[in-house]
């Protein structure tokens, strides 16, 4: 199976903050990276696909990048509904694993 | 509007069974690839099984494999989990997903149901 591994495990930001988020495939899986955001008692929901394309209705604020087994997720400047838990998760190969998560808190 | 409505989870003992439904609306249900990702309590999300549009072709974590069953009844738009031999390490809330493309689940799910929850303890 492919390992997904997140860094950091939880951030603290303020709002108006640069974030960016890594994640880490075990083994190369082009551009078949996925990231959502999960709020708690909400549906997870789909933010970047293909690594790097922003799903429909996604403010723009949200960015991905890179190929390969390193990927970056980068919020330019945060919002106070962005404070949650986000997730990669490589689609190359079933079983379709995420990563660890990581916690976003306000500072 | 797409909809995913998850039911059937509850309290369950060790070694039990259940079987939990995802009845789908709001797109063609039998164009998509439908996918079960669970979330254990203060844990992270993990996928568990998904399935084609046609229901024949089927695939499982190996954490539940041999226990678990994925099917679908495309003339009902529903998803089911069957669960057998059910373990404590099986608590969880399960959610149902819908692929984003047709035929294929490389561009991650675009859709999921509010999940329901199974809890598994004597």
């Known amino acids: 199976d492919i390992q997904m591994t997140q860094s950091p495990s939880s951030l603290s930001a303020s709002v108006g903050d640069r974030v960016t988020i890594t994640c880490r495939a075990s083994?190369?899986?082009?551009?078949?990276l996925n990231w959502y955001q999960h709020k708690p008692g909400k549906a997870p929901n789909l933010l970047i696909y293909?690594?790097?394309s922003l799903q429909s209705g996604v403010p723009s604020r949200f960015s991905g990048s890179g190929s390969g087994a390193d990927f970056t997720l980068t919020i330019s400047s945060l919002q106070p509904e962005d404070f949650a838990t986000y997730y990669c998760q490589q689609s190359y190969n079933i079983p379709y694993t995420f990563g660890q998560g990581t916690k976003l808190e306000i500072k | 509007e797409v909809q995913l409505v998850e039911s059937g989870g509850g309290l369950v003992q060790p070694g039990g069974s259940l079987r939990l439904s995802c009845a789908a609306s709001?797109?063609?249900?039998?164009?998509?690839?439908m996918s079960w990702v669970r979330q254990a309590p203060g844990k992270g999300l993990e996928w568990v099984s998904g399935?084609?549009?046609?229901?024949?072709?089927?695939y499982y974590a190996d954490s539940v494999k041999g226990r678990f069953t994925i099917s679908r009844d495309n003339s009902k738009n529903t998803l089911y989990l069957q669960m057998n031999s059910l373990r404590a390490e099986d608590t969880a809330l399960y959610y149902c997903?819908?692929?984003?493309?047709?035929?294929?689940?490389?561009?991650?799910?675009?859709?999921w149901g509010q999940g329901t929850l199974v809890t598994v303890s004597s």
């Open positions: 399935l084609s549009g046609s229901g024949g072709s089927t």
């Open positions: 709001g797109f063609i249900f039998s164009s998509f690839a």
């Open positions: 997903a819908k692929a984003q493309d047709i035929g294929s689940s490389r561009r991650g799910f675009d859709y």
């Open positions: 293909a690594a790097s």
């Open positions: 083994q190369t899986i082009s551009s078949s």
